[in-house]
Nanobody, 115 residues
Framework: QVQLVESGGGLVQAGGSLRLSCAASESIFDINPMGWYRQAPGKQRELVARITSGGSTNYADSVKGRFTISKDNAKNTVDLEMNSLKPEDTAVYYC?????????WGKGTLVTVSS
């Protein structure tokens, strides 16, 4: 069972930056994929970015060019660097992992972007 713990959320002004981190309870070397989702109030959870075990990445169109996902296999972490934040990025951000045919989710971290 993979446990995921997010950190790094908070309140930031529009145009600012935040870095989210997801710490896994075991080696992420073979976990494929891992990623970040978000859920805004009254909306469905949506994919923000994901990264494969080989390091390939893909992003939601709304965050391309502003967000960067990365992972550190030695630290068992997956980070999301968020720049040029907009009020519409406000949401609870969840770390995700798909491993051995099971979906794993963290409890989420709140990101609030003020205008």
């Amino acid at each position: 069972q993979v446990q995921l713990v997010e950190s790094g959320g908070g309140l930031v002004q529009a145009g600012g930056s935040l870095r989210l981190s997801c710490a896994a309870s075991e080696s992420i070397f073979d976990i494929n994929p891992m990623g970040w989702y978000r859920q805004a109030p009254g909306k469905q959870r949506e994919l923000v970015a994901r990264i494969t075990s080989g390091g390939s990445t893909n992003y939601a169109d709304s965050v391309k060019g502003r967000f960067t996902i990365s992972k550190d296999n030695a630290k068992n972490t997956v980070d999301l660097e968020m720049n040029s934040l907009k009020p519409e990025d406000t949401a609870v951000y969840y770390c995700y992992a798909y491993h051995l045919a099971i979906d794993y989710w963290g409890k989420g971290t709140l990101v609030t972007v003020s205008s």
